[in-house]
């Protein structure tokens, strides 16, 4: 099992910068593939980026291309989230999640494990 504990969140304005944390307890991380989802007010969960077990394999919605790089230290227990270019429509809570599968799609129900989420606010 993994508890999961997201950071950096904030206030930030149209095309600013932030990199969310999402730190991991227990001492099998590596085993896990991550992933972010998202969701803002009145809508429903939505898939961001994922990463496979040794981070060489990555995963975004079209939307995020170009724009957020997910990473991984396993050392660190720590995935993040660098979020640059950023957009009012990226407002949202933002959650990390774990799979043991090293599955790195975008199916929420495949992630057992979930953080409490950090809030991202994108002022236009």
């Known amino acids: 099992q993994v508890q999961l504990v997201e950071s950096g969140g904030g206030l930030v304005q149209t095309g600013g910068s932030l990199r969310l944390s999402c730190a991991a307890s227990g001492r099998t991380f590596s085993r896990y593939a991550m992933g972010w989802f998202r969701q803002a007010p009145g809508k429903e969960r939505e898939f961001v980026a994922a990463i496979s077990w040794s981070g060489k394999g990555t995963y975004y919605i079209d939307s995020v291309k170009a724009r957020f790089i997910i990473s991984r230290e396993n050392a660190k227990n720590t995935v993040y989230l660098q979020m640059n270019s950023l957009k009012p429509e990226d407002t949202a809570v933002y959650y990390c999640?774990?799979?043991?599968?090293?599955?790195?799609?975008?199916?929420?129900?495949?992630?057992?494990?979930w953080g409490q989420g950090t809030q991202v606010t994108v002022s236009s």
């Open positions: 999640a774990a799979n043991s599968g090293n599955y790195y799609g975008q199916g929420h129900g495949l992630y057992p494990y």
